[in-house]
C-alpha cells in the first residue's frame, strides 16, 4: 500500500532558548502555532540571532511521511516551494529520505518555521508559510492521488478551506482513505465548525493531541478518543508522557509512553503518527502499530528537531524486525 501526504512544504530553523521571556517579548503564546507575516520574520530572525540554531525539513505531514518512508512504505508528498535554497533543501531532503516529490515550484521565499524550544521539551511556532501557502484546489489533479490506499492531510492546512474539500473529494474518488491529524489547539479552535462538517463525512482515521482533543469535544483524552471514534473509523488521542489512547468501534484502548530523557518534544506527534499508520499498513493490530508509533515518537523527543537521528533508524528497523533499512 502507499501512502500521500499534503502539508505546508517548510524548513525548520530550530532555536533553543534559555527561558520563555523571549515567547512573550514575540508575542508567540508558548505551544502554540502562529502565522506570521514578513515582518514578524525578520523581527523573530533578529531576536534570535545569537541562539543556537538548527536547520532541518519540516512541516507536519512532511516529517510523518518521510518517517512513513523510512519504514519502507511508499510515501509521496504534495505542496509548494519556492525556487530558492530553502525550496532546494526541502525538495533534495524528500528524495534523500526516499520519498516521490510532487512538488510546485514559485517564485517566492519558501516556507519557514521558526521553532522555539524551551528547557521542559515544548515547542513553540512563528510560521511564515510563504510559497508553502499558496497550494490551491487548481493545483490539485485527480491523477495525484492514483495508486495511493492512503492519503495524510496536516490540520494546519485546514484554514485553506476549498483546497482541503477539493483534496478530499479527489482521494474518495481515487479510493483512498482519509487521515487527519488535527495539528493544533488554535487550528481546532479557529475552525471548528469546519471541522465537525468534514470528519464525520470524509475522514477515516484522526489524530488528535490532549490539547487538540479537548478543543473539539471538551473532554480530556480518555473520554475525547471515544467522542471522535463515534465519527470516524479510528481515532488516536496521543497524551504525551501519559502514553495514547486508541479507539475503533467499542475498542478503546491505552498504550503507555517510552521512558525516555525529552530533550524536544518537536515532531513528536508526527512520528507517532508514521510509526502507527506504518503498523496499520504492515497489518498490525491497533495496540501494536501504537507500540510502533509510541517507539518512533520515543526516539525523536530524545534530540532536537523532528528527525529521528540517522543512527537510531537501524535501531528501530531491527524493534520492527525489518533488519537494516
Known amino acids: 500500500m502507499k501512502i500521500l501526504g499534503m502539508g505546508n512544504a517548510l524548513v525548520d530553523v530550530l532555536a533553543l532558548i534559555d527561558n520563555d521571556a523571549l515567547l512573550e517579548q514575540l508575542n508567540l503564546p508558548k505551544g502554540s502555532m502562529q502565522l506570521i507575516d514578513e515582518?514578524?520574520?525578520?523581527?523573530?530572525?533578529?531576536?534570535?540571532?545569537?541562539?543556537?540554531?538548527?536547520?532541518?525539513?519540516?512541516?507536519?505531514?512532511?516529517?510523518?511521511?518521510?518517517?512513513?518512508?523510512?519504514?519502507?512504505?511508499?510515501?509521496?508528498f504534495l505542496g509548494?516551494?519556492?525556487?530558492?535554497?530553502?525550496?532546494?533543501?526541502?525538495?533534495?531532503?524528500?528524495?534523500?529520505?526516499?520519498?516521490?516529490?510532487?512538488?510546485?515550484?514559485?517564485?517566492?521565499?519558501?516556507?519557514?518555521?521558526?521553532?522555539?524550544?524551551?528547557?521542559?521539551?515544548?515547542?513553540?511556532?512563528?510560521?511564515?508559510?510563504?510559497a508553502a501557502a499558496l497550494v490551491a484546489p487548481e493545483d490539485l489533479s485527480k491523477e495525484y492521488f492514483q495508486g495511493y490506499s492512503y492519503f495524510y492531510i496536516e490540520g494546519y492546512l485546514v484554514q485553506n478551506l476549498e483546497l482541503i474539500r477539493r483534496a478530499i473529494v479527489l482521494a474518495k474518488e481515487a479510493g483512498?482513505?482519509?487521515?487527519?491529524?488535527?495539528?493544533?489547539?488554535?487550528?481546532?479552535?479557529?475552525?471548528?465548525?469546519?471541522?465537525?462538517?468534514?470528519?464525520?463525512?470524509?475522514?477515516?482515521?484522526?489524530?488528535?493531541?490532549?490539547?487538540?482533543?479537548?478543543?473539539?469535544?471538551?473532554?480530556?483524552?480518555?473520554?475525547?478518543?471515544?467522542?471522535?471514534?463515534?465519527?470516524?473509523?479510528?481515532?488516536?488521542?496521543?497524551?504525551?508522557?501519559?502514553?495514547?489512547?486508541?479507539?475503533?468501534?467499542?475498542?478503546k484502548l491505552h498504550v503507555p509512553a517510552l521512558k525516555v530523557?525529552?530533550?524536544?518534544?518537536?515532531?513528536?506527534?508526527?512520528?507517532?503518527?508514521?510509526?502507527?499508520?506504518?503498523?496499520?499498513i504492515a497489518g498490525k493490530d491497533l495496540y501494536a502499530?501504537?507500540?510502533?508509533?509510541t517507539l518512533l515518537a520515543g526516539h525523536v523527543i530524545q534530540g532536537v528537531g523532528a528527525k529521528i537521528k540517522e543512527e537510531a533508524w537501524e535501531h528501530i528497523q531491527d524493534r520492527l524486525g525489518n533488519g537494516k533499512n
Open 39 to 76: 515582518g514578524k520574520l525578520n523581527e523573530i530572525n533578529k531576536s534570535i540571532a545569537g541562539l543556537d540554531k538548527f536547520l532541518a525539513s519540516g512541516g507536519s505531514a512532511s516529517n510523518t511521511i518521510i518517517g512513513i518512508a523510512r519504514l519502507g512504505v511508499e510515501a509521496g
Open 80 to 130: 509548494k516551494i519556492g525556487r530558492d535554497e530553502y525550496g532546494k533543501y526541502f525538495k533534495e531532503d524528500l528524495i534523500r529520505n526516499g520519498v516521490t516529490p510532487h512538488l510546485a515550484e514559485v517564485d517566492l521565499t519558501s516556507g519557514i518555521a521558526t521553532t522555539f524550544i524551551s528547557k521542559d521539551g515544548e515547542r513553540t511556532f512563528g510560521t511564515y508559510l510563504g
Open 176 to 251: 483512498s482513505k482519509i487521515i487527519l491529524d488535527l495539528a493544533s489547539y488554535n487550528v481546532v479552535e479557529g475552525n471548528l465548525a469546519f471541522l465537525q462538517e468534514i470528519i464525520p463525512s470524509y475522514v477515516d482515521i484522526l489524530f488528535a493531541n490532549e490539547e487538540e482533543a479537548l478543543a473539539f469535544t471538551k473532554q480530556k483524552a480518555e473520554d475525547a478518543v471515544a467522542t471522535l471514534s463515534s465519527q470516524v473509523e479510528i481515532a488516536i488521542v496521543k497524551a504525551g508522557a501519559n502514553g495514547s489512547w486508541i479507539q475503533q468501534g467499542e475498542n
Open 261 to 280: 530523557n525529552c530533550v524536544d518534544t518537536t515532531g513528536a506527534g508526527d512520528l507517532y503518527a508514521a510509526g502507527f499508520l506504518y503498523g496499520l
Open 289 to 293: 502499530s501504537g507500540e510502533y508509533g
